[in-house]
């Protein structure tokens, strides 16, 4: 259990660390109602060890305190009612330093269980682990859109000025019909969500050599890409006028060009870099207006070890044409856990790959993403298709 509690460790002090930068006043606000507080993180990522490990393994674990249970809670329907998710941002109680010491009361009782003999819930602790830095992830692209909403456009990190990315000539890599085996092989931690494991047959296709870019996406802008319907999905088009989407989210179009607001605050438009918080509805209008498509997700998976390709590290996520729906013989586990993806798979669209604020350790091609089709916070652009 050594490892496992350096592990622990280690992603419980990397949250501290992002939330590090922040002021108390900039972690209670919640700018929208898909995106949470990060102080809702904090509590909620320990809240997740204290309900499913603690409470049930650790003899003598006093709870920290029982309305936790109600105030942040986020989907569990089994362990009972919740605060409403787009009222997370009214909790102005308890205070930031309150959450700071549930997480070091939780953390010294998770030293203890796992400084003890070896036990059935290692799994799950592991979960919570990948739990959390799913909420690591999420708190960055939160606390962007808090500051993106803002006139000031603060810095989440200040960085020294970087050169504009390199321009890298894409190239189309092909590749045969043939059979596929899809999914997560059972090494190594993975979600419920990446299998079971599956074969999949996969006509002729070619993939690009790496992600679309924002000086290439700028000319679909240029081309009158948000003014006409003929590139646009029904419900794309109608997302375009009911929100006035004229460019990518955080664009912003000055007298002396387009600005891009970033974690490290509004930047002049790199061309070269990866197009970035994209709907699943935009990166579908430009593939049509290139002439091409997006890969469906097992095209991308099947793809994903090519030498041709660009890293996974590619800075973006990346939609795909495929809804994301339970794979062949996927069940549901028992218990609250089981909430944790199966309930979702209904009106998403999976994307793959990872972002610049994604954990190294979840950069693993069969890594199944998923969000609405209209979601344009997250750190989401596309790879193109034919």
């Known amino acids: 259990m050594k490892e496992l509690?350096?592990?622990?460790?280690?992603?419980?002090?990397?949250?501290?660390?992002?939330?590090?930068?922040?002021?108390?006043?900039?972690?209670v606000v919640q700018a929208m109602v898909?995106?949470?507080?990060?102080?809702?993180?904090?509590?909620?990522?320990?809240?997740?060890?204290?309900?499913?490990?603690?409470?049930?393994?650790?003899?003598?674990?006093?709870?920290?305190?029982?309305?936790?249970?109600?105030?942040?809670?986020?989907?569990?329907?089994?362990?009972?009612?919740?605060?409403?998710?787009?009222?997370?941002?009214?909790?102005?109680?308890?205070?930031?330093?309150?959450?700071?010491?549930y997480r070091r009361h939780v953390d010294a009782a998770m030293d203890v269980l796992l400084q003890g003999p070896a036990m059935a819930a290692a799994a799950l602790v592991e979960l919570g682990l990948n739990h959390e830095q799913q909420h690591q992830e999420l708190l960055l692209t939160d606390i962007k859109y808090l500051f993106g909403s803002q006139p000031l456009r603060p810095a989440y990190r200040?960085?020294?000025?970087?050169?504009?990315?390199?321009?890298?000539?894409?190239?189309?890599?092909?590749?045969?019909?043939?059979?596929?085996?899809?999914?997560?092989?059972?090494?190594?931690?993975?979600?419920?969500?990446?299998?079971?494991?599956?074969?999949?047959?996969?006509?002729?296709?070619?993939?690009?050599?790496?992600p679309v870019t924002s000086g290439e996406y700028l000319a679909f802008i240029q081309d009158g890409g948000y003014e006409?319907?003929?590139p646009w999905l029904a419900d794309g088009w109608d997302a375009v006028r009911a929100h006035g989407w004229e460019a990518p989210l955080y664009w912003r179009k000055t007298e002396a060009g387009w600005k891009v607001f970033t974690l490290q605050g509004e930047?002049?438009?790199?061309?070269?870099?990866?197009?970035?918080?994209?709907?699943h509805f935009e990166a579908d209008a430009y593939a049509r207006w290139a002439g091409a498509r997006l890969p469906t997700e097992f095209e991308w998976e099947a793809a994903s070890g090519h030498p041709g390709l660009s890293s996974l590290l590619t800075g973006v996520w990346e939609w795909t044409a495929s809804a994301y729906l339970p794979y062949p013989g996927f069940q549901i586990a028992e218990g609250a856990v089981g909430e944790y993806n199966g309930k979702f798979m209904s009106g998403q669209m999976v994307l793959r790959g990872g972002s610049v604020a994604t954990p190294p350790s979840d950069l693993r091609s069969t890594y199944r993403n998923f969000f609405p089709p209209a979601a344009r916070w997250q750190f989401s652009g596309l790879r193109l298709a034919r």
């Not at 509690?5 to 660390?17: E, F, H, N, S």
């Not at 009214?90 to 330093?97: A, C, D």
């Not at 790199?270 to 197009?275: E, L, N, Q, T, V």
Request: net charge negative; with cysteine; hydrophobic share 35%.
């Open 5 to 27: 509690l350096a592990r622990y460790r280690a992603v419980r002090q990397a949250t501290d660390g992002l939330a590090a930068p922040l002021t108390p006043e900039d972690q």
């Open 34 to 101: 898909d995106a949470s507080p990060t102080k809702w993180h904090l509590a909620h990522t320990t809240w997740f060890f204290e309900t499913f490990l603690l409470v049930p393994n650790l003899r003598g674990y006093g709870v920290f305190d029982p309305a936790y249970g109600f105030l942040f809670n986020s989907y569990y329907n089994a362990i009972g009612e919740r605060q409403p998710r787009a009222q997370r941002g009214l909790l102005t109680r308890p205070r930031l330093e309150e959450v700071l010491a």
């Open 158 to 210: 200040v960085v020294p000025s970087r050169p504009p990315t390199p321009s890298t000539p894409l190239d189309w890599i092909a590749f045969d019909e043939g059979l596929r085996t899809i999914g997560h092989d059972g090494n190594g931690f993975a979600f419920d969500n990446e299998g079971p494991r599956h074969r999949v047959f996969l006509g002729a296709f070619e993939l690009a050599s790496r």
């Open 228 to 230: 006409s319907p003929e």
């Open 267 to 279: 930047e002049d438009l790199d061309p070269g870099k990866p197009i970035c918080h994209l709907s």
